[in-house]
Nanobody
Framework: QVQVVESGGGLVQAGGSLRLSCAASGSPFSINAMGWYRQAPGKQRELVATRTNGGNTVYADSVKGRFTVSRDNANYTVYLQMNTLKPEDTAVYYC???????????????WGQGTQVTVSS
């Protein structure tokens, strides 16, 4: 069993900053990639940023230059530093982890419960 737990959301004024954290724990596993998605009311869930084991990163165009994804591989943790926040960044942010198990083939995707980020204008 794998648990994915996010923290760090909240309410912030436009131009402010927040840092989200996400930790994976549970059965012995290897992590292939960790990242963040978000879903605003009435919209589909979208990619925000991901980071692979090799350090490759992908960012949504809307957050490039403002958000930074980083990882603590030893502790199975991923962070999202969000600067210069805008009202349109308001959403529920979800952590996503791609995991491999020694005894089960394939790469498996796990999601956290989500954390609310609200940016006021």
């Amino acid at each position: 069993q794998v648990q994915v737990v996010e923290s760090g959301g909240g309410l912030v004024q436009a131009g402010g900053s927040l840092r989200l954290s996400c930790a994976a724990s549970g059965s012995p596993f290897s992590i292939n990639a960790m990242g963040w998605y978000r879903q605003a009311p009435g919209k589909q869930r979208e990619l925000v940023a991901t980071r692979t084991n090799g350090g490759n990163t992908v960012y949504a165009d809307s957050v490039k230059g403002r958000f930074t994804v980083s990882r603590d591989n030893a502790n199975y943790t991923v962070y999202l530093q969000m600067n210069t926040l805008k009202p349109e960044d308001t959403a529920v942010y979800y952590c996503n982890v791609h995991i491999s198990f020694a005894t089960i083939s394939g790469v498996h995707s796990y999601w956290g419960q989500g954390t609310q980020v609200t940016v006021s204008s």
